[in-house]
């Protein structure tokens, strides 16, 4: 498939260096994205430069993602209004692996001669002394050429420190050696990257004109290229990546879990899906098209959402973990029953139930329960319900479940009720609901 082209249609595509399409269609190409490992997971904004890497492979090209375990201990002030906070080795090595894990599940790094290939510039950087650095690097870039980039135009007014300042050389030089030692011609990023990315192909421009004696030499001019994809927004203008509540949707299943992941998809406004579909999945034009065209007939079945969920979670999380979120899903909505309940591991349970009122008792107070009637009002403290008396009124008006099955029999005693996980159960108090969790 023609890799451009592949972009085009999905919206994918910002800004490419001229000579770029020639370069990808003439010949398998190494490309690469770099990755900061400023937190020990990868976010869905990261999750649309990942795919820039997929479609790159899919097409034939070699693709390389590069864990910056040195430039992560400067940081990049691209985006940023304040300079960011330095992290220990031992923080950037762990967060290293945790990447590296999660890239695995996207690139292939077994399928031959455009086989993935992951590399850290820590690796190259450590092996360099500072008055090597000026001269290999820092001779070849002006001041002004360096101020001329808008991560560093737009931290002027609030003071950028000369660490932040000399990350774009940092950058540049990471494509300058792979492209000396792993034969890369292309960076690729988010668009914000752009002006870190043309450092590189400044600084490949310029010390081969150096070593061959000719600035002007076009076969040199354009050996190195780039290309950026659109960050991410959605129709409300904000930065994908965040929910409402500006939390952040992680693709590690410790920070995010598969069922809010699920449910962040499933959330999505019918005017950003299109948009999602494109750049998220790797739904063909035409299966996209079908898509739209079910959803355009019965919007409210939520039809598009529902296939960008299943694509996105499935593929981060795997297929077993995507069942669980669906049916946590119907949990939610009231469509659950007791089995669904139990089907739930404790994870995605406490996820779906996350903010539900919670009564702790103990061990001790579970054995000496006599019935379901102490148990949602003396035993948990009239937490649940604050009398026998007000108990038992929602008792006779069939208002009272416990895991999905409804309750009437007040004497009923609780060591017939099934404790979900071995420690919980969940009171359904009409339309609302409260956790009893049992504790040693």
Request: overall charge negative; some cysteine; proline content about 2%.
């Amino acid at each position: 498939m023609n890799f451009i082209e592949e972009l085009r249609w999905r919206g994918m595509l910002q800004d490419a260096m001229p000579g770029t399409e020639e370069q990808l269609n003439k010949e398998m190409t190494a490309g690469y994205i770099g990755f900061d490992p400023t937190a020990k997971s990868l976010h869905i904004g990261n999750l649309a430069t990942i795919m820039l890497l997929k479609h790159f492979q899919l097409a034939g090209h070699k693709p390389y993602a590069l864990v910056g375990g040195a430039t992560g201990m400067v940081g990049d002030p691209s985006g940023k209004s304040a300079e960011r906070q330095f992290l220990s080795e031992e923080v950037l090595k762990a967060n290293q692996d945790g990447i590296r894990n999660q890239l695995v599940k996207f690139l292939d790094f077994d399928c031959g001669a455009n086989s993935a290939e992951m590399v850290n510039n820590y690796d190259w950087f450590k092996e360099i002394g500072f008055l090597e650095f000026l001269r290999e690097v820092g001779k070849y870039l002006t001041v002004n050429y360096m101020m001329s980039k808008d991560s560093v135009k737009n931290r002027l007014t609030t003071g950028i420190s000369f660490t932040e300042f000399s990350y774009q050389l940092l950058q540049g030089y990471d494509f300058y050696w792979l492209y000396k030692n792993k034969n890369v011609r292309l960076q690729m990023g988010g668009s914000d990257q752009w002006g870190n990315i043309t450092t590189g192909t400044e600084l490949i421009r310029r010390k081969e004109a150096a070593i061959v004696g000719d600035v002007e030499d076009e076969n040199v001019t354009h050996k190195a290229f780039a290309l950026t994809t659109p960050l991410m927004t959605k129709a409300d203008g904000q930065k994908m990546g965040k929910t409402a509540g500006g939390e952040t949707i992680w693709l590690d299943a410790n920070l995010t879990s598969p069922y809010q992941f699920y449910q962040f998809w499933l959330g999505q406004d019918d005017r950003d899906v299109p948009k999602l579909l494109r750049v998220f999945t790797l739904f063909s034009k035409e299966e996209i098209e079908s898509i739209e065209a079910q959803h355009a007939e019965a919007p409210h079945l939520r039809i598009a959402q529902k296939a960008l969920a299943k694509d996105v979670t499935s593929r981060v999380h795997g297929e077993e973990q995507y069942e669980l979120a669906v049916k946590a899903s119907e949990v939610l909505f009231g469509k659950g029953t007791l089995e669904t309940l139990q089907s739930l591991d404790e994870a995605t349970f406490t996820s779906v139930f996350d903010g539900v009122p919670t009564t702790e008792i103990s061990q001790e107070a579970w054995a000496g329960c006599a019935s379901v009637l102490d148990l949602i009002s003396v035993t948990t403290n009239n937490e649940v319900y604050a009398s026998k008396g007000e108990a038992r009124r929602a008792m006779q008006g069939n208002a009272v479940s416990i895991n999905k099955v409804k309750i009437t029999d007040e004497k009923l005693p609780v060591a017939e009720l099934q404790l979900l996980q071995g420690k919980y159960l969940l009171v359904g108090k009409g339309k609302k609901n409260h956790i009893v969790k049992i504790v040693e």
